[in-house]
């Protein structure tokens, strides 16, 4: 299994994963930002000239803006390119688990 580093190095070699575009910074860019950050841990983000202008923010703003918002953290800044990284969260409840409580949740003694 590779480091973070290593795959935050691979990451700014590929394509951008979102990129956010004229509207700015909306809930839907930030849902699916995050959606790919619980799927692949490390997201590639694209500020477009227009997206900063629509949100008046220069690109580290905006790049804080969305980490902070995510609870994600910045791994690098490239012109208006980031990447971030967000650790998957492992506090999903597996879906057998109320089958093995018995589907009511736990027996009180």
Known sequence: MKGLRA????????AADVIIGKKGLTKEVLKEIERRLEKEEIVKVKML??????????????ARLIAERLGA??????GRTIILYKKK???????????????????QR
């Not at 795959?7 to 590929?14: D, I, L, T, Y």
């Not at 202008?53 to 703003?61: P, S, Y």
């Not at 953290?73 to 490239?78: P, Q």
């Open 49 to 62: 000239r227009s997206s900063l202008e629509a949100e008046d923010l220069d690109r580290k703003t905006m």
């Open 7 to 14: 795959r935050v190095r691979e990451k700014h070699h590929q």
């Open 89 to 107: 969260s492992s506090l999903k409840t597996p879906k057998h688990a109320q089958a093995v409580r018995g589907g009511k949740g736990w027996s």
């Open 73 to 78: 953290r910045i791994m690098g800044i490239r």
